[in-house]
């Protein structure tokens, strides 16, 4: 099965190089070319194997909310040359994740579920289940951590370790909660309710950017409307779209990235079903059918795509 499992360029002006979980980061002065390869992660682990056309699902749709967000904060995007590559400016990131949660699912409900009431210091009303409406968004923060796990981390925490300014967090906690705001109003007008997602922010030229991606199956978890109430009302499980399912997946095989835990064999029907729910989500999200690009030479198209550009190398 074809897949971008990773790239190894060397372009004229580039400055640097940088691998993370499943992007590779061309430096070049001020700017950057990522390439969106098709790894994938779960529990902070590298997958062993690479999900075909998941690095163009995650550039497209990132692509797509980027753009439809750029009235409410700036960004970091310059040009998007290809379906696998976002060029944009190099930003210098903050060292938190804003997370922000409209429902109780996933790693907030299992805490919630192990008795805690207070997570990154914000407090939960007692009798919620899993998949209910939170009372108003909530914001989760979490450290960014280069290696290892990202951790939870609360608003006081953050200001007293000074890993964000106030004046600057309180920017973060304002756009965080507009970027939610509209999230979910682009997710109604698909069917599907923006449950939880998180964004990245950074500054450049001193002023604060949006970076990374957002609202992808990897930063965001989405719920079908249609029937929402009635599966909460029933007690049954929420039909969504995030990659949540891959995580259940590898809970149910014993691994949740712990000391000692293998991860389970990923057979060419596992891969194969992973690669369709991302399409799957694309196409729902975007209301478009995805157009599966050719992996023919496809390592030569992403070069020549990034080579052309012109990263003022002579600055």
């Not at 705001?181 to 309710?193: M, V």
């Not at 939880?196 to 970076?211: A, Q, R």
Request: aromatic letters at 12%; proline letters at 4%.
């Amino acid at each position: 099965m074809e897949a971008i499992k990773e790239t190894n360029f060397s372009f004229a002006g580039q400055t640097g190089f940088y691998r993370g979980k499943v992007r590779d980061v061309y430096y070049f002065n001020d700017q950057l070319a990522i390439v969106a390869t098709d790894r994938i992660s779960a529990f902070d682990v590298v997958l062993p194997r690479a999900i075909p056309y998941k690095g163009q699902v995650l550039n497209q749709i990132a692509s797509l909310n980027l753009k439809a967000t750029s009235d409410i904060v700036p960004n970091w995007v310059v040009s998007t040359p290809d379906p696998n590559v976002t060029i944009g400016y190099m930003c210098e990131p903050f060292k938190v994740e804003m997370v922000i949660r409209g429902y109780l699912a996933g790693h907030a409900w299992r805490e919630y579920k192990a008795g805690k009431r207070i997570v990154c210091g914000v407090a939960l009303p007692e009798g919620l289940r899993e998949n209910d409406k939170l009372p108003e968004p909530i914001i989760t923060p979490t450290t960014k951590a280069d290696e290892g796990h990202d951790e939870d981390i609360s608003r006081e925490e953050i200001l007293t370790q000074t890993l964000v300014l106030e004046q600057d967090y309180l920017i973060l906690e304002q756009y965080t909660r507009a970027l939610f705001a509209r999230g979910t109003e682009l997710a109604k007008q698909q069917g599907l309710i923006l449950v939880d997602t998180k964004y990245e922010f950074g500054k450049y030229n001193g002023e604060v950017y949006l970076i990374d991606e957002i609202h992808t199956p990897d930063s965001s978890r989405y719920f079908y409307s249609e029937g929402y109430e009635e599966r909460q009302k029933q007690g049954e499980p929420q039909r969504q779209l995030s990659k949540e399912f891959v995580r259940q997946w590898l809970i149910q095989n014993g691994f949740q990235g712990k000391e000692g835990q293998t991860v389970p064999e990923m057979t060419d029907e596992v891969v194969q079903g992973i690669s369709e729910r991302y399409i799957e989500l694309y196409e729902v999200f975007t209301g478009h059918k995805f157009e599966k690009n050719s992996y023919k030479d496809v390592l030569s198209r992403i070069e020549q795509h990034i080579g052309n550009n012109n990263f003022n190398i002579n600055n």
